[in-house]
């Protein structure tokens, strides 16, 4: 049954513009983009407090015109769309995406890396028996297994035959649920099977966990899942592209925290009301709360005739937004972003990014940080999209808008600075265009970065200097 309440809202403070911010900082040139309650956003460290107001330093032009980085840091390119496989399956496949990295044996680490390739993508991900779920479809992961000295030692297909595998995230038990943002039925653009799956994928056996959708856990436009350490609940966004908009999820499994296959035994999807509110975008007011927030039973999970989102849930509605994205575990709480949200689109207001924070034990919902109004695009802080914390106890935000393209850190006094810029153009001399940054994430140890360009599709390793 859903949890029910009353519902109270209070709130502190209200949005401030960039350029608002910026003259008050008057530190990086950057600007700080967005304000909020961050503190609640970091598990905190020592080497938070050290950190200084900008950052690691100003972006050092990079000669190879790859990846500008602060001062003292340095990168590696791991692997590079086109190039072979070092397994021999192929080339590497295009559109770099989501990502995770998990500790291995004698000081390994696996990384395993989303391709989110439609059909008539540039590279696919190569069809290999025993892996693959739709011959037709042409997303998927691989998997790259490096050394104690960041050394790539093996580069193979994890899962193939999904179909736009956009994000997801790390399951306690060091699996990666890599989650499809399509909701074709087969028959759609030559698909043999349904798509708008999740899939469990071990990046250092992929053949443990072959390519099973986990249905119970809904078909849409999946982003990004955070699991509940404690509860083994799964928290799912659903970035769908028109009206209505997507829904913010979690999953009840039948056997949480069960290891391998646990998502397999099937389980309750469930979407989140806030009563009061069918659209997140019309919140504005940082610390906006709502307490005693529902969760309703989805009537058909695996949307056999009607998306989710069109679904019933009764007479009080449901509760949308725009570009559900993001999404992770920190703390006590779950954290999930709205990369922006265009009234022209059909919204019920405009933002530059919103993320938002959930208690589930206080079944509490509250706005913690809105971002811009952007009012230039060469610069970082429009359209947040992959998210996640870093050693230093700050965060590492992607960026995915227009203009240049950077990662960028946030550290826990709310002070934003430039991590690195993508100099790869993808346009021409006099439009430049670069591609959009994806799947950050650290390495088990935290002292390596990595994180990849989406196109062309480029994983780097950066290390440095990331505790000074």
Same mark, same amino acid.
Request: aromatic share 8%.
């Given at each position: 049954?859903?949890?029910?309440g009353?519902?109270?809202e209070?709130?502190?403070?209200?949005?401030?513009t960039?350029?608002?911010?910026? %003259?008050?900082s008057g @530190?990086l *040139?950057i600007?700080?983009?967005? !304000?909020?309650?961050l503190? /609640?956003?970091f598990t905190?460290? #020592?080497?938070?407090?050290n950190?200084?107001?900008s950052g690691?330093g100003?972006?050092?032009?990079?000669?190879?015109?790859?990846?500008d980085?602060?001062?003292?840091?340095?990168?590696?390119v791991?692997?590079?769309?086109?190039?072979?496989?070092?397994?021999g399956?192929?080339?590497?496949?295009?559109?770099?995406?989501g990502m995770?990295?998990?500790?291995?044996r004698?000081?390994?680490?696996h990384?395993?890396?989303?391709?989110?390739?439609?059909?008539?993508g540039?590279?696919?991900?190569?069809?290999?028996?025993?892996?693959?779920?739709?011959p037709?479809?042409?997303?998927g992961?691989?998997?790259?297994?490096l050394d104690?000295?960041g050394r790539?030692?093996?580069?193979?297909?994890?899962?193939?035959?999904? %179909?736009v595998?956009? @994000?997801? *995230?790390p399951t306690?038990w060091d !699996?990666?649920?890599t989650c /499809?943002?399509?909701?074709?039925? #087969?028959g759609?653009?030559g698909y043999?099977?349904d798509?708008?799956?999740?899939?469990?994928?071990?990046?250092?056996?992929p053949r443990?966990?072959?390519a099973?959708?986990?249905?119970?856990m809904?078909?849409?436009?999946?982003?990004?899942i955070?699991v509940?350490?404690?509860r083994?609940?799964?928290?799912?966004?659903e970035d769908?592209?028109?009206?209505?908009?997507?829904?913010?999820y979690?999953f009840l499994?039948?056997?949480?925290l069960?290891?391998t296959?646990?998502l397999r035994?099937?389980?309750?999807?469930?979407?989140?009301?806030?009563p009061?509110?069918p659209?997140?975008s019309s919140?504005?007011?940082?610390g906006?709360?709502?307490d005693?927030?529902e969760?309703?039973d989805?009537p058909?999970?695996? %949307?056999?005739?009607t998306p989710?989102r069109?679904?019933?849930?009764g007479?009080?509605g449901?509760t949308h937004?725009?570009k559900?994205?993001?999404?992770?575990?920190?703390?006590?709480?779950?954290?999930f972003?709205?990369?922006?949200?265009?009234?022209?689109?059909g919204?019920?207001?405009d933002?530059?990014?919103?993320i938002w924070?959930?208690d589930?034990?206080?079944?509490r919902?509250?706005?913690v940080i809105?971002f811009?109004?952007?009012?230039?695009?060469?610069?970082p802080?429009?359209?947040p999209d992959?998210?996640?914390l870093a050693p230093?106890?700050?965060?590492?935000?992607?960026e995915d808008g227009?203009?240049?393209?950077?990662?960028y850190?946030?550290?826990?006094?709310g002070?934003?600075?430039a991590m690195?810029r993508g100099?790869?153009n993808?346009?021409?001399?006099e439009?430049?265009?670069?591609?959009?940054?994806?799947?950050v994430?650290?390495?088990?140890?935290g002292?390596t970065?990595?994180?990849?360009?989406y196109?062309?599709?480029?994983?780097?390793?950066?290390?440095g200097p990331?505790r000074?």
């Open positions: 049954m859903p949890e029910t009353p519902t109270t209070s709130t502190t403070g209200s949005p401030a960039r350029r608002q911010m910026l %003259a008050r @530190a *040139g600007g700080i983009v967005f !304000t909020g309650a503190s /609640e956003l905190g460290t #020592a080497a938070a407090q950190l200084g107001h690691y100003p972006l050092v032009p990079d000669p190879d015109g790859l990846l980085l602060p001062k003292g840091f340095r990168y590696k791991l692997s590079r769309e086109g190039d072979p496989l070092r397994s399956e192929g080339p590497v496949p295009s559109n770099h995406d995770a990295a998990f500790a291995g004698h000081g390994r680490t990384l395993v890396r989303n391709h989110e390739n439609r059909a008539g540039r590279v696919p991900v190569p069809v290999i028996d025993g892996l693959t779920y739709d037709e479809g042409k997303g992961c691989t998997a790259l297994t104690h000295h790539v030692l093996s580069e193979r297909v994890a899962i193939a035959g999904t %179909a595998n956009c @994000a997801g *995230g306690p !699996t990666w649920l /499809e943002e399509t909701e074709d039925k #087969a759609t653009g043999t099977k798509h708008g799956y999740i899939f469990e994928v071990d990046g250092a056996d443990r966990t072959g099973v959708p986990l249905t119970a809904g078909r849409f436009q999946h982003e990004a955070a509940d350490p404690k083994g609940v799964v928290y799912e966004t769908a592209f028109e009206r209505p908009f997507g829904l913010f979690r499994p039948e056997k949480p069960g290891g296959g646990s035994a099937g389980g309750r999807l469930q979407a989140m009301r806030v009061g509110v659209d997140l919140i504005q007011d940082i906006a709360r709502f005693h927030i969760w309703v989805v058909d999970p695996g %949307a056999a005739e989710i069109h679904q019933d849930f007479p009080r449901i937004a725009q559900l994205e993001g999404c992770y575990w920190g703390g006590r709480s779950v954290y972003v709205s990369s922006f949200a265009r009234s022209a689109e919204s019920a207001a933002h530059y990014g919103q924070r959930y589930p034990d206080r079944r919902l509250t706005l809105v811009g109004p952007d009012t230039d695009v060469q610069l802080g429009e359209s992959n998210i996640c230093s106890g700050g965060l590492m935000v992607c227009g203009g240049a393209q950077h990662v850190g946030v550290t826990r006094r002070e934003v600075y690195a100099r790869q993808i346009g021409t001399a439009d430049p265009e670069w591609g959009e940054f994806a799947g994430t650290f390495s088990p140890d002292r970065m990595y994180v990849n360009c196109t062309p599709g480029t994983t780097f390793a950066v290390t990331w000074r």
